[in-house]
């Protein structure tokens, strides 16, 4: 109850930001994209994590109003770091499935893309595996967003209890290995090979594929190994305010 009035307060006064962690292609060490994550910093309680109020504000609907803020600042940093005369990112943006399910989604994204001048073909939608729940409406509705020429992928792919019959289904582009597998690569020897599975159903079914939570070179070194294309994690950076990547961006080209 309290957290929900400090969600709704939170908004108003302006107390979230996004923070945005870069993704690197595996290959050329080039950052090709960033992930938008939400923060909220309370004034009195402090930093509170998304882990604990993106739940809450899923079950109250705030997700709503949160979500389509965090969608146009994500797009609006975006625009600003090609204006700026770095090479184009993709931004990708976390839907929940709240998100998903809401009905005028497609208007709401291409509204935002509108309103912040950003091509389509530099924005992707990361999406959960619980989406699938209705997997008729969201194959509709993904096929919307992919004519609209936006990036698609599945994220903490392989922590869901969802059967894999859905890649077959799903118009996306992407899957993100979940950071559960890729810290584990070299504490279990299973993790490794799930690792390697799904990196290779991903490219038979002619999908990329992006590890998360890549914190050390071995780490990096089994996924290259592997042909992973792009990795994410703090080995590269942790999450960073819009300045801070700028900085990030900056030293890198
Ligand atoms: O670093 P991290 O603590 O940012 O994120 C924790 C969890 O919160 C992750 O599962 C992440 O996907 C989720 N999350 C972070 N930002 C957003 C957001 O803007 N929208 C949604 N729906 N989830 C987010
Ligand atoms: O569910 P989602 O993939 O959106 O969650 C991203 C979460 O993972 C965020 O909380 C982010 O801060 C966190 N994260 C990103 N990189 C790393 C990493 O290398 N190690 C750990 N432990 N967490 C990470
Ligand atoms: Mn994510
Ligand atoms: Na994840």
């Known amino acids: 109850m309290k957290l929900e009035m400090g969600l709704r307060k939170g908004l108003e006064r302006g107390e979230f930001k996004v923070y945005y962690q870069p993704q690197i292609d595996v290959i ?36 709503i ?13 975006n625009k600003i770091w090609q204006n700026t005369g770095y090479p184009p990112l993709r ?20 509204k935002t ?9 530099y924005l992707e939608l990361e999406l959960t595996e619980s989406i699938i729940q209705d997997s008729k409406y969201a194959i509709t509705t993904m096929q919307k967003l992919k004519a609209m020429g936006i990036h698609l992928s599945i994220d903490d792919f392989g922590t869901g209890y969802s059967s894999l019959s859905y ?18 690569i070299f504490a279990d020897s299973k993790d490794a090979a799930l690792v390697h599975t799904i990196i290779a159903m991903a490219h038979n079914l ?22 992973c294309n792009e990795a994410q994690g703090y080995f590269f950076s942790r999450p960073v305010s819009g300045e801070e990547l700028s900085i990030f961006l900056k030293n890198r080209l």
Request: proline share 5%; net charge negative.
């Open 206 to 227: 002619d999908l990329k594929v992006i590890a998360e939570g890549v914190e050390t070179q071995e780490q990096l070194h089994f996924l290259r190994q592997r042909q």
């Open 113 to 121: 893309l509108k309103e912040t001048e950003l091509d389509p073909q």
């Open 28 to 63: 050329s060490g080039k950052v090709i994209g960033v992930e938008a994550l939400i923060r909220w910093q309370h004034p009195e309680w402090g930093n509170i994590s998304p882990d604990e109020f993106i739940p809450l504000a899923e079950e109250t609907g705030l997700i």
């Open 65 to 77: 109003p949160i979500g389509e803020w965090v969608l146009y600042e994500a797009c609006h940093q």
């Open 167 to 184: 890649l077959k289904l799903f118009p996306i582009d992407s899957l993100k290995i979940d950071r559960s597998f890729t810290s584990n």
């Open 91 to 110: 931004i990708a943006v976390n839907i929940s499935s709240r998100q998903f399910q809401q009905n005028n989604l497609v208007e709401m994204v291409s």
